[in-house]
């Protein structure tokens, strides 16, 4: 049996629908924390393991309870916290028995001086799970491309895509495409101890963000290479707590670094279809975040 965290979370549902075109929906199981949000996960027919906290690793036992291979998809919360909510969820994993876990990294988890600080909690998972003795596959994963929509509806707004990440260039991939390769990884046996490096076919700077941002809507948004004091100052402004907010920022700088320009072919290899462009979902969604005058 396979189990799969987060359920209710955005790439959690994706890996749910991925995995229903492999597997039958009796041979796997959606840990969530509040399963009232599932209702339409279980009106469905797949089975729903409610009250799952990574803060609580008793919680994580009984979600992982029967299963043989087991995602677990990296939280949110602070650093600290974080790292210690990931842990919970591998001991509560290997306290059920659980053989082999699939666990979502981030792309630039083996450099150790990056300044992504979100990426210190992948490499201490990544270090908790090499040491706890259980069987498990890494997927790190490149930048969402659905986060340019994000950036887009700020962009629109003020007429230009603020970002400090220079000519620095990112493989962006869909959640959609990234859940296709963790379904496979979860449905077949033949990933133990392996790494996987999960990115879109194409690294893009953000200038040619900003570019198909404005073919799309048809007028100019330039990339602005701001400072990362102006670009901290944006994210706060617009509601993020720090911890988010220093995150984004070091990532930027990851950017800027080429942490992220690698292109892998790991999701074709695995799904046996390429990988769509980083940029096609946000051609296709732009011209609808233009606000009415």
Do not use: W
Request: overall charge negative; some cysteine.
């Amino acid at each position: 049996m396979i189990v799969v965290t987060g359920g209710n979370g955005q790439l959690g549902r994706a890996v749910v629908a991925a995995l229903r075109k492999r597997v039958e929906p009796t041979s796997f199981v959606v840990s969530v924390r509040d399963a009232a949000k599932a209702a339409d996960l279980a009106a469905d027919g797949i089975v729903i393991r409610g009250g799952a906290d990574y803060s609580d690793s008793d919680t994580m036992a009984r979600a992982f309870d029967g299963a043989s291979t087991a995602l677990i998809i990296s939280g949110n919360a602070p650093v600290e916290v974080r790292k210690q909510q990931q842990r919970n969820a591998i001991d509560g994993a290997k306290r059920a028995g659980v053989q082999r876990i699939v666990y979502t990294s981030v792309l630039d988890a083996a450099a150790p001086t990056s300044p992504f600080s979100f990426t210190d909690v992948h490499r201490d998972t990544e270090a908790y799970l090499a040491d706890s003795g259980l069987s498990h596959t890494i997927a790190r994963h490149t930048a969402y491309a659905e986060l340019n929509l994000l950036f887009a509806k700020g962009a629109l707004a003020t007429g230009k895509l603020s970002m400090p990440t220079g000519d620095g260039r990112v493989a962006f991939a869909t959640r959609t495409d990234l859940a296709n390769a963790l379904a496979v990884l979860l449905a077949t046996d033949d990933h133990a101890e392996q790494l996987y490096k999960l990115t879109g076919p194409v690294a893009y700077a953000y200038a040619d963000v900003a570019t198909a941002l404005s073919e799309s809507v048809g007028r100019t948004i330039p990339h602005d290479d701001c400072s990362p004091e102006a670009y901290a100052a944006g994210l706060s402004a617009a509601g993020l707590p720090p911890f988010l907010v220093k995150g984004m920022v070091g990532m930027a700088e990851a950017v800027r670094q080429g942490l992220y320009s690698e292109v892998s072919q790991d999701i074709r290899l695995l799904t046996g279809q390429p990988a769509d462009d980083g940029l096609t979902i946000l051609r296709r969604v732009a011209p609808s975040l233009i606000q009415p005058v």
